[in-house]
Each structure stands twice: as C-alpha cells, then as structure tokens.
Nanobody
C-alpha cells in the first residue's frame, strides 16, 4: 500500500531554515505528481507546492515562492521541501501527498523565538 513518511520538522527561530523529507513506498514514485500541503493551527489545509513526476516543473503558492524549494530524488523515492527564511506564519503541520489522494502523517514545523 501507499506509504508516505515525513521527517525533518522541528522548532526553528524566525529566519531559520528546515529541510523536510518524505520517504515514499508502495507505488511508482517516479510517475507521481507529489505535493506538500500544510495545516496551520486552527486553519484548513493549504496547498503549498507541487512537482512534476520527472521534477522538471515545480509550482508554489505566491506566499512561499522564492522562500521554499520543492525537489525530488526518484532514485531514492524521496520528496523534499527546503524552507528558508521561515516566519511564524509558516508554523503548521506539513504533509506530503501523492496526487492529493494519499497522505503521510505529517511533520510539525514551529517557527518561534
């Protein structure tokens, strides 16, 4: 079955960086659109970024463009999200998703001084 396991979250000060990882199994990773989605406290799900199966094209919501970078390693079946210059507004539970149909358990990112 599809398994998505996120890691790399944590507590970071404003202006800091984190790199999230998502280890995928149970499907052909190299053929799947992959996404990062987040849920801030008390808010709904927010699509953050998506990447083409081959990694050639990536998409972002305007608020994170230039701040976050999505990437993937199809040889390792792993999705990444490099997050720089983090602000408290980036505090959320971050989920990895295959095609916005399958989801991991999430990894918590907290930005606070």
């Amino acid at each position: 079955q599809v398994q998505l396991v996120e890691s790399g979250g944590g507590l970071v000060q404003p202006g800091g960086s984190l790199r999230l990882s998502c280890a995928a199994s149970g499907f052909t990773f190299s053929s799947a659109w992959m996404y990062w989605v987040r849920q801030a406290p008390g808010k709904g799900l927010e699509w953050v970024s998506g990447i083409h199966p081959g990694g050639e094209n990536a998409y972002y919501i305007p608020s994170v463009k230039g701040q976050f970078t999505i990437s993937r390693d199809n040889a390792k079946n792993t999705l990444y999200l490099q997050m720089n210059n983090l602000t408290p507004e980036d505090t959320a539970l971050y989920y990895c998703s295959r095609g916005l149909e399958s989801w991991g358990q999430g990894t918590q990112v907290t930005v606070s001084s």
